[in-house]
């Protein structure tokens, strides 16, 4: 599960070479001991728990690249490693 983005010790992947299909496109979000999968549409957690205020900064910046993370969902849905986005500055 290749890393897509890093800021403030919060560590965001995706994965890809998806062998069943997810049907809601998500991250995958680690921090300290948690870890927390998220939905790309609406930033809401799908398993998992982080920080609220950790939790806040992922969603922020959830909405400013919505539209990158979906395109890498994509890539990801057809095995291709996505690509990396800005972390949260």
């Known amino acids: 599960m290749p890393t897509i983005s890093m800021f403030y010790g919060i560590i965001i992947s995706m994965f890809f070479e998806i062998k069943e299909k997810h049907h809601l496109p998500h991250i995958h979000v680690r921090y300290q001991n948690f870890k927390i999968s998220l ?14 205020r950790q939790l806040r900064m992922v969603q922020v910046w959830v909405d400013l690249h919505r539209e990158e993370l979906l395109a890498d969902w994509e890539l990801a849905k057809e095995g291709v490693e996505p690509f990396r986005i800005d972390p949260l500055k």
């Open 39 to 52: 939905a790309i549409e609406d930033g809401m957690p799908l398993a998992g728990e982080l920080p609220a």
